[in-house]
């Protein structure tokens, strides 16, 4: 409703993770760079952890987009509150295969076929479960484990990555068996200032933005109050355009960010 008032072509902090916003940080780009290789090199295994709003569903949207470039399919599970069996076929839907048989055995089975299938076509295949700190049954975290063991002599047959919450290391740290195979990890930290002031100009000129929109106090007094987590500033930095349309202020300042803060 605002876009026509600021001169854009769309919303421009949506919380949505549509690749097109990335912010490319040097935490995130490394943080792409490290899941990249692990899955180019067949390293089995990766964690990605950040605090609650970091980007990590985002960063993963276009880590996918770019692998599938590359000829990789992908299974992303992004509720992981499963049974085991529930988890086996959610795989095996997102490579393309219902199934509903209640054998463990034969849903096993028919993953391994695929991965090999894929490996035979010069196909890698990723498998990533999105929140895995709320995984709560030890069968799931068996499967985990059992993932990694799809291997031929020389590689795996598949890359596992692991994305959650900081406590999510803890969990795995606890369980030697998946923790030895996850050979790389990456954590993502909240924005510092300066990134905060680009991440919301980034975001802006993608939207379309042809002039400044807020003040450098404004970006200043927005840092303070979400310290510098993208998704609390995409939720402050959509009130302001929201409210500042409203006013018909010609940019957001400072006393306009407070006033919605």
């Known amino acids: 409703m605002y876009e026509e008032f600021w001169g854009l072509k769309e919303k421009p902090f949506e919380n949505s993770p549509d690749p097109r916003y990335l912010f490319p940080a040097d935490e995130h780009q490394s943080a792409l760079e490290t899941l990249g290789y692990a899955v180019y090199e067949r390293k089995g295994g990766a964690l990605l952890t950040g605090d609650y709003g970091c980007g990590k569903t985002l960063l993963i949207r276009v880590l996918i987009r770019r692998l599938m470039d590359d000829g990789v399919e992908a299974a992303v599970v992004s509720y992981p509150r499963l049974t085991a069996l529930e988890f ?113 100009s980034h975001r802006l000129v993608t939207a379309g933005a042809a002039r400044p929109i807020f003040t450098d106090a404004a970006i200043e007094t927005i840092y303070e109050h979400t310290y510098g987590c993208p998704r609390r500033i995409n939720n402050m930095a959509d009130l302001c355009l929201w409210r500042g349309f409203q006013r018909k202020r010609p940019q957001v300042d400072a006393e306009l960010v407070q006033a919605v803060a």
Do not use: C, W
């Open 88 to 200: 086996l076929r959610e795989i095996l839907y997102q490579l393309g295969v219902e199934e509903q048989t209640r054998s463990r055995q034969k849903l096993s089975r028919m993953v391994a076929e695929i991965l090999h299938d894929n490996v035979m076509a010069g196909k890698h295949t990723i498998v990533v479960v999105d929140e895995a700190q709320v995984v709560n049954r030890q069968a799931i975290l068996d499967e985990l484990r059992l993932l990694l063991n799809y291997q031929l002599n020389d590689r795996f047959l598949l890359t596992l990555i692991l994305v959650g919450q900081p406590e999510l290391r803890e969990r795995i740290a606890a369980l030697p068996q998946l923790e030895q195979r996850l050979a790389l990890r990456v954590h993502l930290h909240n924005l510092g200032p300066d990134e905060t002031r680009k991440y919301i």
